[in-house]
């Protein structure tokens, strides 16, 4: 059974139309074949900025961090591991201010971890989160896919094959905040993608 992590990012929590789309694309999922699922909401996490003092706790061995050391070094520890025991990560991505959620940011900042998720080599960076697939489910109030605007699905994109991701698929809900017809409009469309992906897909 494949195990997929579903990453949920918006400040609505369960109310919010990227949450709702994870959920959409979960029961698509299980309906089609059941998965390991695991659902991370990381308004659960309070995480803050990323600091000199926590990458300087990564960079210092298990066994000899003090105990403080030790509390913040265990989110990136745990999430770096979660992503290794995943075959798919789903993120759940609202467009905030045209970019990506801070929570979602700083949970990027988390599992980017040298030697970890990403090497230097005489050739450039190598990324080893390898064989692995991710879908993004990009929820915006407007209507910015495929226009220069739209610099959150690169950011995105960029990240994810830095650390090793090859497999980048995204599925957009948009114009939400257009009027009543334009948000149902941007569900019937994303429910007939998802339909699609999943009569598509074979390998699951
Ligand atoms: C703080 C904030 C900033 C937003 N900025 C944008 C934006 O730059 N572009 C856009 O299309 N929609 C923007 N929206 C609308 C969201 O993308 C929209 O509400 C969508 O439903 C996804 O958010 P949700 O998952 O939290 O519901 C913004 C919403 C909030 C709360």
Same mark, same amino acid.
């Given at each position: 059974?494949?195990?997929?992590?579903?990453?949920?990012?918006?400040?609505?929590?369960? #109310? !919010?139309?990227?949450?709702?789309?994870?959920? $959409?694309?979960? /029961?698509? =999922?299980?309906?089609? &074949?059941? %998965?390991? @699922?695991?659902?991370?909401?990381?308004?659960?996490?309070?995480?803050?900025?990323?600091?000199?003092?926590?990458?300087?706790?990564?960079?210092?061995?298990?066994?000899?961090?003090?105990?403080?050391?030790?509390?913040?070094?265990?989110?990136?520890?745990?999430?770096?591991?979660?992503?290794?025991?995943?075959?798919?990560?789903?993120?759940?991505?609202?467009?905030?201010?045209?970019?990506?959620?801070?929570?979602?940011?700083?949970?990027?900042?988390?599992?980017?971890? #040298? !030697?970890?998720?990403?090497?230097?080599?005489? $050739?450039?960076? /190598?990324? =080893?989160?390898?064989? &692995?697939? %991710?879908? @993004?489910?990009?929820?915006?109030?407007?209507?910015?896919?495929?226009?220069?605007?739209?610099?959150?699905?690169?950011?995105?994109?960029?990240?994810?094959?830095?650390?090793?991701?090859?497999?980048?698929?995204?599925?957009?809900?948009?114009?939400?905040?257009?009027?009543?017809?334009?948000?149902?409009?941007?569900?019937?469309?994303?429910?007939?993608?998802?339909?699609?992906?999943?009569?598509?897909?074979?390998?699951?």
């Amino acid at each position: 059974m494949k195990s997929v992590l579903v990453i949920n990012s918006s400040l609505n929590g369960a #109310a !919010g139309n990227s949450n709702k789309a994870a959920k $959409k694309y979960i /029961k698509a =999922l299980n309906e089609n &074949k059941p %998965a390991n @699922i695991t659902e991370l909401d990381l308004n659960d996490y309070g995480l803050p900025h990323l600091s000199a003092e926590e990458m300087q706790a990564w960079r210092t061995n298990a066994s000899e961090r003090s105990s403080s050391q030790e509390a913040l070094a265990n989110h990136s520890d745990h999430f770096i591991e979660q992503l290794f025991s995943s075959d798919e990560v789903v993120l759940a991505v609202p467009m905030y201010n045209f970019g990506i959620p801070s929570t979602l940011k700083a949970y990027f900042d988390r599992i980017a971890r #040298a !030697g970890k998720t990403f090497e230097y080599t005489s $050739k450039g960076p /190598k990324g =080893l989160v390898t064989g &692995k697939k %991710a879908t @993004i489910l990009a929820a915006r109030g407007g209507k910015y896919q495929g226009t220069p605007m739209d610099t959150q699905s690169d950011y995105i994109k960029n990240f994810l094959e830095f650390i090793g991701f090859e497999d980048i698929n995204f599925i957009y809900i948009e114009g939400l905040a257009m009027g009543d017809t334009s948000a149902s409009d941007a569900w019937k469309n994303f429910d007939a993608n998802i339909s699609e992906l999943f009569t598509m897909v074979t390998d699951y």
